[in-house]
């Protein structure tokens, strides 16, 4: 080999070097399994600020891992989807030392009461959001979990049964912070939700409250009496208000930017009645979601053509995938459907992405 080649040869390797030098400085995020944790934490654990290591088989091997050389800068957690150990001893969490951390996720992760009161006792001083659906939380857990010392946690994720026990820890634990909540599956009645209009939470924002369907128009009331002065994104899915609650939402709570609402089984005789919800006057709404709405095609034909004042409306139908943007100029590449010829009402022009089925289009005609 000539010397040249020997100097080309060292050149090129030096430089590679460096180029994967300056690379891993600048490496913040990583999604990796198990077995490649002892890598992630030699070569990025003082500049890694996400860490996913979701659907990866977590064992107790892989936390003691985690615990053994501090995260300076780590300020996401991602350990979902890692339910496959259902005996998994979490007090190693405890010993994993991020002082920087922010959002933790640890949805189906077969969490349990025992495990709740072990994590309840982790010092993150600085956690804001905090993931525990799917799981086996109860009463018990759940207490441990609303009165932990994490004075910024802003934004709570529960799913599963909550009888109102649980609903009155939730009510009363230590969230001064709270700006979001969402509860899945929670079964929810008109009392549990009355019970949650009680809470004294100043800084909420968003409200999700999913698979009601044992909520009534008097849950919206009980809603109504809450004092969230700052709430702008509501969602009730699985339920089908009525007129009379459509209004009071819309006067109570003028600064609501954001409403979701359906999920509702198809054929389950429930339906968001359109033409009242448009008619509310809704002050401050900027978007409404009515997918799964049980919306038949007098209601599509309503939402295309009629007179509203909300500027998004998405929404799916058994027989359709439709979203109606207003107050948008009309995108050349979107023409309206065809049978819906009629213009719109409003002053704002509309822009519509369609998609709809031979069924629909005849339905229609």
């Not at 490496?27 to 490649?36: A, L």
């Not at 857990?141 to 010392?149: E, I, K, W």
């Not at 968003?206 to 994104?233: C, F, M, Y």
Request: proline share 6%; charged share 15%.
């Amino acid at each position: 080999m000539s010397s040249f080649t020997q100097r080309a040869r060292k050149a090129l390797l030096s430089t590679n070097r460096l180029f994967r030098t300056q690379i891993h400085k600048h490496i913040t995020s990583i999604r990796c399994g198990t077995s490649h944790v002892q890598s992630v934490m030699r070569q990025h654990r003082h500049t890694l600020k996400s860490l996913s290591l979701s659907s990866s088989n977590l064992d107790e091997d892989t936390l003691q891992e985690l615990a053994k050389e501090p995260w300076p800068l780590l300020h996401t957690l991602n350990l979902s989807s890692n339910g496959k150990y259902p005996d998994l001893d979490w007090s190693t969490m405890r010993d994993i030392y991020c002082p920087m951390l922010q959002t933790v996720d640890l949805s189906d992760t077969s969490l349990h009461d025992e495990s709740c009161t072990i994590l309840a006792t982790c010092e993150w001083p600085q956690l804001r959001s905090l993931n525990i659906s799917a799981n086996n939380i109860g009463t018990a857990g759940l207490r441990h979990l609303v009165t932990a010392n994490w004075p910024l946690l802003g934004e709570l994720i529960l799913s599963g049964p909550m009888d109102a026990q649980c609903i009155r820890l939730l009510c009363n634990g230590q969230l001064p912070q709270l700006k979001k909540l969402v509860m899945t599956a929670c079964n929810l009645d008109d009392v549990s939700v009355a019970l949650l209009a009680t809470a004294h939470w100043p800084l909420l924002e968003s409200l999700k409250l999913g698979q009601v369907p044992e909520l009534t128009n008097q849950a919206v009331r009980h809603l109504l009496t809450a004092d969230w002065p700052l709430i702008k994104d509501l969602t009730m899915w699985g339920f089908a208000p009525e007129y009379a609650s459509f209004i009071l939402l819309a006067r109570k709570w003028p600064q609501l930017q954001q409403l979701k609402l359906g999920g509702l089984k198809h054929g389950c005789g429930q339906s968001v009645p359109i033409k009242s919800l448009m008619g509310c006057g809704w002050a401050g709404l900027k978007a409404l979601h009515l997918s799964c709405a049980g919306l038949d095609s007098e209601a599509v034909k309503l939402l295309a053509t009629g007179e509203s004042t909300c500027p998004k409306v998405s929404l799916s139908h058994p027989l359709c995938n439709l979203t109606i943007t207003c107050g948008l100029a009309r995108s050349p590449t979107h023409s309206p459907i065809h049978p819906l010829t009629h213009p719109p009402t409003h002053p704002l022009t509309h822009s519509l992405t369609h998609s709809l089925t031979h069924s629909l289009t005849h339905s229609l005609t």
